[in-house]
Nanobody, 120 residues
Framework: QVQLVESGGGLVQAGGSLRLSCVASGSIFSINAMGWYRQAPGKQRELVAT???????NYADSVKGRFTISRDSAKNTVYLQMNSLKPEDAAVYYC??????????????WGQGTQVTVSS
């Protein structure tokens, strides 16, 4: 089994910063990509940022220049540094990992989500 556990969400004023963390654990052979998605009430889940092993990070246009994704492959951990937060950034943030437990099959795994609230 594989588990992804997010942390670091909370309440912050507009213009403030938060750092999210996500640790993948369990039966993991290799992780290809890790990333962050978010879902606000009444909206679809949307990509925030992703990073692949050795690749260039990919960001949603709405967060470019404000958010930074980073990864510690040795710790199976991905981070999301969020600066200059806006009220429209408020959402539940989900961690995603595309990984293999046996070197043959690859699947996406999701965390339980962490709430980010931004007050204006």
């Amino acid at each position: 089994q594989v588990q992804l556990v997010e942390s670091g969400g909370g309440l912050v004023q507009a213009g403030g910063s938060l750092r999210l963390s996500c640790v993948a654990s369990g039966s993991i052979f290799s992780i290809n990509a890790m990333g962050w998605y978010r879902q606000a009430p009444g909206k679809q889940r949307e990509l925030v940022a992703t990073t692949t092993r050795g690749g260039t990070p990919n960001y949603a246009d709405s967060v470019k220049g404000r958010f930074t994704i980073s990864r510690d492959s040795a710790k199976n951990t991905v981070y999301l540094q969020m600066n200059s937060l806006k009220p429209e950034d408020a959402a539940v943030y989900y961690c995603d990992a595309y990984l293999s437990s046996d070197s043959r099959t690859w699947n996406h795994y999701w965390g339980q989500g962490t709430q980010v609230t931004v007050s204006s």
